[in-house]
Nanobody
Framework: QVQLVESGGGLVQAGGSLRLSCVAS????????MGWFRQAPGKERAFVAH????????NYADSVKGRFTITRDNAKNTVYLQMNSLKPEDTAVYFC????????????WGQGTQVTVSS
C-alpha cells in the first residue's frame, strides 16, 4: 500500500503563509489523484484541494480558493499545499490523501499535521 508522510505544519500568524508537503512511498505516485483535507475539533473532515494524476486539473473548496494552491512533483513523489493569507478559521489538522484506484474514494491517508493560525 501507499504510505504518506507529511511535513510543514506549524504555528503562523494571520496573513502569513505555510507550505505543506506530502511524500508518497510505494506504488506508482504518478498514477494517483491526490488531495488535502482538514479537520477542526468537533467538526467533520472537510475537503480542501484536489489534483489529478498529471497535475493538469485542480479543484478547491470555496473557503480556500484564491489563497491555497495544490501542486505536485511526480519526480519527487510529492504533493504540496501552498497556503497564503492564512486566517484563524484555517486552523485544523491537515491530512494528505491518495486515490489509488479509479472507482471509489481516497484509500490512503497521511497521519495529519497541525496548522494553527493565530489572530
Amino acid at each position: 500500500q501507499v504510505q504518506l508522510v507529511e511535513s510543514g505544519g506549524g504555528l503562523v500568524q494571520a496573513g502569513g503563509s505555510l507550505r505543506l508537503s506530502c511524500v508518497a512511498s510505494g506504488g506508482t505516485f504518478s498514477a494517483y489523484s491526490m488531495g488535502w483535507f482538514r479537520q477542526a475539533p468537533g467538526k467533520e473532515r472537510a475537503f480542501v484541494a484536489h489534483i489529478t494524476r498529471g497535475g493538469a486539473v485542480t479543484n478547491y473548496a470555496d473557503s480556500v480558493k484564491g489563497r491555497f494552491t495544490i501542486t505536485r512533483d511526480n519526480a519527487k513523489n510529492t504533493v504540496y499545499l501552498q497556503m497564503n493569507s492564512l486566517k484563524p478559521e484555517d486552523t485544523a489538522v491537515y491530512f494528505c490523501a491518495a486515490r489509488t484506484v479509479v472507482l471509489g474514494g481516497y484509500n490512503a491517508w497521511g497521519q495529519g499535521t497541525q496548522v494553527t493560525v493565530s489572530s
